[in-house]
């Protein structure tokens, strides 16, 4: 099976309140060594607030 990590916020508050890119990498990262997963070095961010349905980085991680 395919992994990969993808980051992204939608919303302002995400960021605000602890939810931002660093802080969902470090969970994903945490949980796949938690799994005994690895990503085969496929990382994709979303930077900047995302409110609509483009996800260019999603797009390559699919």
Same mark, same amino acid.
């Given at each position: ?13 995400? @960021?605000?309140?602890?939810? !931002? ?7 994903? %990262?945490?949980? +796949? ?9 496929? @990382?994709?961010?979303?930077? !900047? ?7 260019? %980085?999603?797009? +390559?991680?699919?």
């Amino acid at each position: 099976m395919k992994r990969v990590g993808y980051f992204r916020v939608s919303t302002d508050w995400q @960021v605000e309140d602890g939810f !931002g890119l660093a802080a969902q990498e470090k969970m994903i %990262r945490t949980w +796949r060594r938690q799994q005994g997963h690895t990503l085969g070095g496929a @990382v994709y961010r979303d930077e !900047g607030v995302l409110r609509d349905a483009y996800r260019p %980085r999603a797009a +390559r991680a699919g």
